[in-house]
């Protein structure tokens, strides 16, 4: 059997999700036997593309002209390409830089900003280019990973993700935090995919795994509702939960949230 031949990118972020692909690659020996990493900068000494792959992990967000067009390039040659953690799927924290003017920004963190090529927005890989699958979490959960891997190598066709975190929470029969203690928690609006670990340690949901993929504004709206006339949290705090890893942004709540919220 040919083996899957595999790429992992980094672009802008912190690398812990670079982290989280090798601890995956790891922990599955037999699995990681299956595949040929043709290119991954942070483990191989090889570092320009070549040929065709079957799947491209690429990690952190977009934020100049160069990463637009690595990610250009990757889609052409990749079979399915993935964007793993929450800065890929949605922009993540250095995405709270949009509309507030990066010169700004870039005066405040940098001693030579000229020397910083940056665009002025921050992209996910999705806005730049079409994904097959996008993976949040800050970091990512390397078993996900793992089981998202081990489905593309038996062939699986499906490899999506859809049910909310609140499924995953009764798979694991765990109280519901919101329903027993009112502790104000994301479930309902969020993907699943972490293994609902804050709810497994009595804490609510805050959302980092982004919003569920089939979610509407409506829903959110409602929910947000729902919970401020529970007196469990202020409508307002939900909608900045929402908006804290820019998955409003990425789903295009993002301008209807600023309005709501009045700023
Ligand atoms: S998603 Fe979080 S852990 Fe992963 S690279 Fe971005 S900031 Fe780092
Ligand atoms: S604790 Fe949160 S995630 Fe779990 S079932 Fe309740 S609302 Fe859903
Ligand atoms: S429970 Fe929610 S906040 Fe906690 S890791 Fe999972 S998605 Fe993130």
């Given amino acids: 059997m040919n083996k899957l031949r595999i790429g992992v990118e980094k672009l802008t972020s912190c690398s812990g999700c670079i982290n989280e692909i090798i601890y995956a690659l790891l922990a599955d020996p037999k699995l990681t036997e299956s595949l ?26 977009i ?25 890929s799927t949605y922009g993540g924290i250095q995405s709270l830089r949009d509309k507030k003017g990066v010169e700004e920004v870039k005066k405040h ?6 020397l910083i090529d940056v665009e002025g927005d921050v992209y996910s890989l999705q806005e730049v280019i079409k994904t097959d699958l996008a993976i949040p979490g800050c970091p990512v959960d390397g078993n996900l990973l793992l089981r998202v891997l081990r489905k593309i190598a038996i062939g699986s066709k499906d490899i999506s993700i859809t049910e909310s975190l609140c499924a995953e ?3 694991k029969g765990l109280e519901c935090v919101l329903v027993k203690k009112k502790i104000p928690c994301l479930g309902p609006i969020t993907a699943a995919g972490c293994g609902a670990i804050c709810p497994s340690f009595g804490r609510g949901c805050i959302g980092c795994f982004g919003l569920r993929k089939d979610i509407s504004s409506k ?3 409602n929910f947000a509702n729902r919970l401020e006339e529970a007196g469990i949290m202020k409508k307002s705090d939900v909608l900045s939960f929402v908006m804290r890893f820019s998955y409003a942004k990425e789903k295009g709540y993002f301008e209807k949230i600023v309005e709501e919220r009045g700023r």
């Fill in 219 to 221: 829903e959110i709206e």
């Fill in 169 to 171: 929470c009764k798979r």
């Fill in 63 to 87: 934020v100049n002209k160069d990463q637009i067009e690595t990610v250009e390039d990757i889609r052409e040659r990749s079979r399915l390409v993935i964007a793993v953690g929450t800065c």
């Fill in 109 to 114: 963190v940098y001693p030579k900003p000229e």
């Fill in 36 to 61: 040929e990493i043709a290119y991954f900068p942070e483990l191989l000494d090889k570092k320009s593309l070549e040929g065709q792959f079957d799947i491209f992990f690429v990690e952190g967000s």
